[in-house]
T-cell receptor
Framework: AQSVAQPEDQVNVAEGNPLTVKCTYS??????LFWYVQYPNRGLQFLLK??????LVKGSYGFEAEFNKSQTSFHLKKPSALVSDSALYFC?????????????FGTGTRLKVLA | DAGVTQSPTHLIKTRGQQVTLRCSPK?????VSWYQQALGQGPQFIFQ???????QRGNFPDRFSGHQFPNYSSELNVNALLLGDSALYLC?????????????FGPGTRLTVT
């Protein structure tokens, strides 16, 4: 079955330190990969995507993610965390099969950046 | 440029009732998807509408139905509400002609079934 795993319910990091939020997927072929962020009582905001090409993609607010095909991972990273980065982060995949349009989301990782 | 809008913001219904949620896509977008996000979970795909047709459906019962209008706005209808239907319902739009990969989400409608 196609799935996305975010193994950490919560990640705590000190302000100014690098952060990593993990994501692995189980989808055949070469999926399209995404990261979204959700603030309280808000919808999801797009951060970045991987479609093809360079394995390191850069997105909004200084975030980047690295696609690793052999490990089927797409971890979200930021070199220096801000308190304002505290939010709920979702990894999502869209299977590459023709006629498939749905996005499969992970269960989310709550990031807490401590001042 | 208006983003994705949804109405109402909150809704309280009783078991067995029916509900209609509405979504207006981002300007220039012609594709609308609906997701259900239960508390503590990631969004689950309900269905996607393109050119006024349901293009793909997730694992949701027939009680969940939808519609897309010529102006690309969309409705989600849920019949015979169950307690388990309580969730945040998210609408997402995308551009079917340009980049189909990025979905832009609305703020959601919080549905509570009592």
């Amino acid at each position: 079955a196609q799935s996305v795993a975010q193994p950490e319910d919560q990640v705590n990091v000190a302000e100014g330190n690098p952060l990593t939020v993990k994501c692995t997927y189980s989808v055949s072929g070469n999926p399209y990969l995404f990261w979204y962020v959700q603030y309280p009582n808000r919808g999801l905001q797009f951060l970045l995507k991987y479609i093809t090409g360079d394995n390191l993609v850069k997105g909004s607010y200084g975030f980047e993610a690295e696609f690793n095909k052999s490990q089927t991972s797409f971890h979200l990273k930021k070199p220096s965390a801000l308190v304002s980065d505290s939010a709920l982060y979702f990894c999502a995949v869209r299977p590459p099969a023709s006629g498939t349009y749905k996005y499969i989301f992970g269960t989310g990782t709550r990031l807490k950046v401590l001042a | 440029d208006a983003g994705v809008t949804q109405s109402p913001t909150h809704l309280i219904k009783t078991r067995g009732q029916q509900v209609t949620l509405r979504c207006s896509p981002k300007s220039g977008h012609d594709t609308v998807s609906w997701y259900q996000q239960a508390l503590g979970q990631g969004p689950q795909f309900i269905f996607q509408y393109y050119e006024e047709e349901e293009r793909q459906r997730g694992n949701f019962p027939d009680r969940f139905s939808g519609h897309q209008f010529p102006n690309y706005s969309s409705e989600l209808n849920v019949n015979a509400l169950l307690l388990g239907d309580s969730a945040l319902y998210l609408c997402a739009s995308s551009d079917g002609q340009g980049s189909p990969y990025e979905q832009y989400f609305g703020p959601g409608t919080r549905l509570t079934v009592t």
